[in-house]
């Protein structure tokens, strides 16, 4: 049973702060991604990694890095949160070759005041 | 214009009711359509996928593509409460290299079925 586990359920940080949210999956998948749901938006791409140190942006990077070095492991950086960054945030991972289906963690809340 | 459209709603049904999920695109590269549902505090599941043209059932699921149209449809039959929750429409295109894997989402629309 694939398990995606992240790192907080929710979190409350200050605008200026640097936030680490951490993604864990069990079931040595290629590709990871992390995505912000926010409503009537749906879930948007922020990057994704198909390999140890590889990433891609995907269709909203501006304020976020991330990091792979080991492969169960992808980890996403808001270098300055500011308070548009307040959203839900998934982390997803699927097999490299994988048609259709992305396992995702339960989200982390995040809440920049 | 979003590359993938569905109505937010909300949806709000009696039990038992058919209820009718659709969404619309834009770009004639996707290939794979996915319906993924998602309960209250918990992320998103695979729910039903099917590959280019057609219909598929799954129980009381139904999911067609009218690839002509660039529309796709999930029908509930005999709604539960059970299946209140946030459904979402995800597709992609057939292309490898690095784009491998990535889904495009629509919004989601939120059913709630009440007994």
């Known amino acids: 049973d694939v398990k995606v586990t992240q790192s907080s359920r929710y979190l409350v940080k200050r605008t200026g702060e640097k936030v680490f949210l951490e993604c864990v999956q069990d079931?040595?998948?290629?590709?990871m991604f992390w995505y912000r749901q926010d409503p009537g938006l749906g879930l948007r791409l922020i990057y994704f990694?198909?390999?140890?140190?590889?990433?891609e942006k995907g269709d909203i990077p501006e304020g976020y890095s991330v990091s792979r070095e080991k492969k169960e492991r992808f980890s996403l950086i808001l270098e300055s949160a500011s308070t548009n960054q307040t959203s839900m945030y998934l982390c997803?991972?699927?097999?490299?070759?994988?048609?259709?289906?992305?396992?995702f963690g339960p989200g982390t809340r995040l809440t920049v005041t | 214009q979003k590359e993938v459209e569905q109505d937010p709603g909300p949806l709000s049904v009696p039990e038992g009711a058919i209820v009718s999920l659709n969404c619309t695109y834009s770009?004639?590269?996707?290939?794979?359509f996915m319906w993924y549902r998602q309960y209250s505090r918990k992320g998103p599941e695979l729910l039903m996928y099917?590959?280019?043209?057609g219909n598929k059932e799954d129980g009381r699921f139904t999911a067609q593509v009218d690839k002509s149209s660039k529309y796709i449809s999930l029908f509930i039959r005999d709604s539960q409460p059970s299946d209140s929750a946030t459904y979402l429409c995800?597709?992609?295109?057939?292309?490898?290299?690095?784009?491998?894997?990535?889904?495009?989402f629509g919004q989601g629309t939120i059913l709630t079925v009440h007994p």
């Open positions: 997803a991972s699927s097999l490299y070759g994988g048609l259709y289906e992305q396992y």
């Open positions: 079931m040595d998948h290629e590709n």
């Open positions: 990694s198909y390999d140890v140190k590889m990433k």
């Open positions: 770009n004639s590269a996707f290939q794979y």
């Open positions: 099917t590959y280019s043209s």
């Open positions: 995800a597709m992609r295109d057939n292309a490898g290299g690095t784009s491998y894997g990535k889904l495009t």
